[in-house]
C-alpha cells in the first residue's frame, strides 16, 4: 500500500517507535502536517515531561497510525528537525506501508487492574481483578472470588492510557461463559475466570474503549526499527 492511498487528514494522530541508547524501544505520539509525495513526511514534534524531544538526522524509527479497520507500519528514517516558523520533524516518504486488517474478534494480551459490578444482583458489591486478554467486543476476565452467573449484566471499570493520556473506562457488559483456569492462573489465585461481551450504548464510552485496545494492538505488534 502507497502511503497517499491512506489519505490521511493534517493532524491525523500517529505513533512513532524509537529505540533508545540501552536498545530499548520508545513509542511516542505525534501528528502529520504535511507530506512531500515521494520526498519527505512533516510532523509535529513528540514531547516528553512537556519539552520537545530532539532527534538527530539518520535516526532510524517505525511509524504506526490506525486507520479504518487496522494498522499501518512503516519504516522511516529522520532527515531533519526544524524549530522556526513553529517545531517539525521531517522524515523520509516510505516505498510501501504495511497493513494489518484487526477483526472486531481480534484480541490483544494485556494485565489492566479493574473493579466489577454486578449489576444483575442485589448487593452490587465490587469486586476488584484484572483482564486478561481484551477485544472490542469482549475480554477475559480474572477475579479473586465469583461476581456473577452466566447472563448477568456487569460493570467493568478501569483507568486506561490512550495516547500518552489517562482516562477513566467505564463499559457495561454481560457473563458470556465461565472459563476453565489456566495454569498461570491457578498460580495467581484467580479462581473466576470469565468471558464478558462488551454492550455498552455510550458512543463517547465505546470510543474510548475502541481506542483503547486499538492502542494495545498497535503496542504489540513486533515490527522495530533496524
Do not use: W
Request: charged share 25%; net charge negative.
Amino acid at each position: 500500500m502507497k502511503f497517499e492511498d491512506l489519505k490521511l487528514t493534517y493532524g491525523y494522530p500517529l505513533q512513532l517507535q524509537l529505540n533508545n541508547s540501552a536498545g530499548q524501544p520508545e513509542r511516542f505520539s505525534c501528528r502529520l502536517i504535511g507530506c512531500m509525495p515521494g520526498r519527505s513526511i512533516l510532523l509535529s514534534v513528540p514531547r516528553a515531561s512537556g519539552k520537545l524531544l530532539r532527534f538527530r538526522a539518520g535516526q532510524k524509527m517505525v511509524v504506526r497510525m490506525m486507520v479504518d479497520n487496522g494498522i499501518g507500519i512503516f519504516a522511516s528514517i529522520v532527515e531533519a528537525q526544524t524549530a522556526e516558523p513553529y517545531p517539525i520533524l521531517h522524515v523520509s516518504y516510505p516505498e510501501q506501508v504495511s497493513f494489518k486488517g484487526i477483526r472486531g474478534a481480534t484480541r490483544v494480551n494485556v494485565d489492566l487492574p479493574i473493579q466489577v459490578k454486578n449489576l444483575s444482583a442485589i448487593n452490587e458489591e465490587m469486586v476488584s481483578g484484572v483482564i486478561a486478554d481484551i477485544s472490542i467486543s469482549g475480554a477475559r476476565m480474572e477475579l479473586p472470588e465469583p461476581i456473577g452467573e452466566i447472563g448477568d449484566k456487569i460493570r467493568v471499570s478501569a483507568r486506561v492510557t490512550v495516547l500518552n493520556m489517562e482516562r477513566d473506562l467505564i463499559v457495561e457488559a454481560i457473563i458470556r461463559s465461565r472459563l476453565e483456569r489456566s495454569t498461570q492462573e491457578t498460580d495467581k489465585n484467580l479462581p473466576a475466570v470469565y468471558g464478558v461481551e462488551f454492550t455498552e450504548e455510550d458512543e463517547e464510552r465505546r470510543l474510548l474503549l475502541c481506542a483503547y485496545v486499538f492502542g494495545q494492538i498497535v503496542d504489540d505488534q513486533q515490527l522495530t526499527p533496524t
